[in-house]
Every structure is written in C-alpha cells, then in structure tokens.
C-alpha cells in the first residue's frame, strides 16, 4: 500500500493552528475547574495489593470546596462565550449533546433506584426537553421563512418512520442462536439524527403557513438523477458525497443534485415513467 504524507494549505494551516489553541484553552479552562475544588484526606490509609501483586497504599479523599455546580458552570460558560468570540461560534447544540450524553452515562453506572441516578434522570430530562424546544423553535423559524420568501415549495417526500425504524436482527445461519452484526449501533445515530432534524414537524408547519403552496417530491431516484441532463443512473453516485454523471459528465456535490432535483419538482416513479420532465397541469 502506497503511503502519502498530506501537508496543509496556508488556509488549512491557519485553521488547524487556530484549533489546536483553541483546545489548548478548553484543556486549560478545564484544568482550572478541576483545581478550583480541593480535596482534603480522611479516614485511615489502607494498604491495597493490585492483582499484579504491586503494593500501594490507598487514601480517601473528599471535596473541601466542591467542584462549582451546574448554574455556576452555565455561568462561567456564558462569561468565556462573552469574552471570547470562537468559543460563542460553537455549536450550543454539540455542546448540549455532550451534556446529554454524560448525564445518560452516570444514570447507566448509578446504582438502580439511589438518588444519583434519580437526579441523572430528572438532568437527562431537563436537556431533553431543552432540546425539543429548540429543535421545535427551529422548525417554526425555518418554516415561517420559507412560506414567506418562496411561492412554491417542495419537500422530499421521506419516509421518516421506514427511515428511522430498528433494524432488523439478522440471525447467523451457521451458528444457531447467534445473530450477525446488523449495523444496529450505526442506524440508532443515524436515527437521532434524522428525527433530531424535526422533518415532519418542519414540512406541517410549512404546509399550515404556506397553504396549497406546499409539494412533495417523491424521494426515488432524486439522488441518482442528474439534475443537468435528466439521467438516472446508479452509477453517476460515485460516492457517498459526490455526484458524476455518467451522461453527460456533469458533477456535483450528490446532496445538492438532489437537491436541485427536488426543487425542479423532477424523479418520482419508476426508472421507466420517469423520463424527461414534464409541464404538469397546475
Ligand atoms: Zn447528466
């Protein structure tokens, strides 16, 4: 296998550098957090033998001045976002995520029923909620734009409950009661991430603003068709992310050839009936 060492562009190079202090601060800022409460020793020290057969001797430790609780840190955080631009530039929606998941994590180490896990719990539903508003403020703002900016509008006609369904268990043939990867891990983010999007919230809400101005477009196809010539071909997706077709040549980024595709109201049907397009009667 060939090996390629990749250096950066100028612009590249500017972007990583500017990372990597960025990180350096949040490795700092965090640091600091973590120095801000001390520690004080209690109880006796026990002498402790590893499976290894290593000696050490093991002190308890507890917070004198605890670590600063959730308000504090929102408050220490909207201070830093003040203070520094980059930083007010990030995702609030990653950084909520993170949260998210590691309040999901303690409630899944938490003993069954203890008041940790009670408090997780309650955490966990708080930035769920969170997350609802925003993701339902989101489709009202989005929506109201597009009623109000466009004429017509289409939407991909996607089947969000197929998209998002679980999927199915594939049983390994060789070896009775045991059961093949299916890829289950992979499909359960995908599936956030379709329904974290709001769709089907963000297309009723369109179609209550923009009575009778609202279309869908069939989903088949719309990704293989070339929105220049009209092709349809599964090979003209050359990757994940990129559209070449095989026609005419002309290529793209595949979202926004769909995307085109949809707008122009074109695909739907089978590969027969969907030919060239054609003037409809509205
Ligand atoms: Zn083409």
């Given at each position: ?11 590249q190079d500017?972007?990583?550098r ?17 120095q801000?409460?001390q ?17 050490s ?8 001045r ?18 520094y631009?980059?930083?007010?530039a990030?995702?609030?929606v990653?950084q909520?995520?993170?949260r998210l ?10 003993t ?11 955490c966990?539903a708080?930035?769920?909620?969170r997350e609802a ?29 197929n ?14 009661g ?16 379709i ?12 179609i209550d ?34 559209f ?14 769909a ?23 509205a």
């Open positions: 296998m060939a090996r390629y060492r990749m250096y950066p562009t100028a612009a500017a972007v990583l500017e990372h990597c202090a960025q990180a350096r601060y949040v490795w700092n800022l965090a640091w600091n957090l973590h801000f409460g520690l004080e020793t209690y109880g006796q020290a026990s002498r402790r033998v590893d499976r290894d057969g290593r000696r001797i093991h002190q308890k430790r507890r917070p004198v605890p670590l600063p609780g959730y308000v504090e840190q929102a408050r220490m955080l909207t201070e830093a976002r003040a203070e631009s980059w930083l007010a990030g995702s609030v990653v909520q995520r993170a998941r590691k309040a999901e994590r303690r409630a899944a180490r938490a069954t029923g203890s008041p940790a896990q009670k408090t997780e719990r309650a966990i708080r930035l769920r909620a508003d925003r993701r339902k403020d989101w489709c009202e703002k989005t929506s109201t734009g597009l009623a109000r900016r466009f004429d017509l509008i289409r939407f991909e006609d996607l089947n969000i409950r998209m998002t369904a679980k999927p199915k268990a594939r049983p390994d043939p060789d070896r009775p045991a059961y093949l990867p299916n890829r289950a891990h992979a499909k359960s983010g995908l599936n956030r991430a329904l974290a999007q709001g769709w089907g919230l963000l297309v009723q809400r369109a603003k923009a009575p009778g101005r609202v279309e869908k477009v069939r989903a088949a196809y719309t990704s293989l068709r070339c929105s220049a010539c009209g092709w349809i071909d599964k090979n003209s997706r050359n990757s994940q992310a990129g070449s077709c095989v026609y005419c040549g002309f290529s793209c980024n595949a979202d926004e050839n995307a085109i595709n949809i707008a122009a109201g074109h695909a739907g049907g089978t590969l027969l009936s969907v030919r060239e397009p054609r003037i409809s009667a």
